[in-house]
Nanobody, 124 residues
Framework: QVQLVESGGGLVQAGGSLRLSCAASGRSFSSYAMGWFRQAPGKVREFVAATSWSGFNTYYADSVKGRFTISRDNAKNTVYLQMNSLKPEDTAVYYC?????????????????WGQGTQVTVSS
């Protein structure tokens, strides 16, 4: 069993930055692929970014490419999402996810564990 706890969300003005953190408990974190998804009010949950177990392979949604960076520190059992140049359309609840597969994926059904989410609000 893996438990995921997100932090770092908040209110920021457009053009600003935030860094989300996701602390994982449980064994074998370093063998799990990790991802971030988000869900805005009235919209379906969408993929944001993913990283393989090593951090070598990363994937991003087109809407965040060049602005967001996913990274992980396996020694600290933590994955991060650095978000720069934030836009009002980035406003959403952001969820951290873990997959028992070491291979990064953009598909939500391939993730086994989900955090409770952290709110990110970007004002214009």
């Amino acid at each position: 069993q893996v438990q995921l706890v997100e932090s770092g969300g908040g209110l920021v003005q457009a053009g600003g930055s935030l860094r989300l953190s996701c602390a994982a408990s449980g064994r074998s974190f370093s063998s799990y692929a990790m991802g971030w998804f988000r869900q805005a009010p009235g919209k379906v949950r969408e993929f944001v970014a993913a990283t393989s177990w090593s951090g070598f392979n990363t994937y991003y949604a087109d809407s965040v490419k060049g602005r967001f960076t996913i990274s992980r520190d396996n020694a600290k059992n933590t994955v991060y999402l650095q978000m720069n140049s934030l836009k009002p359309e980035d406003t959403a609840v952001y969820y951290c996810t873990a997959s028992a597969s070491p291979r990064a994926t953009i598909l939500p059904y391939e993730y086994n564990y989900w955090g409770q989410g952290t709110q990110v609000t970007v004002s214009s």
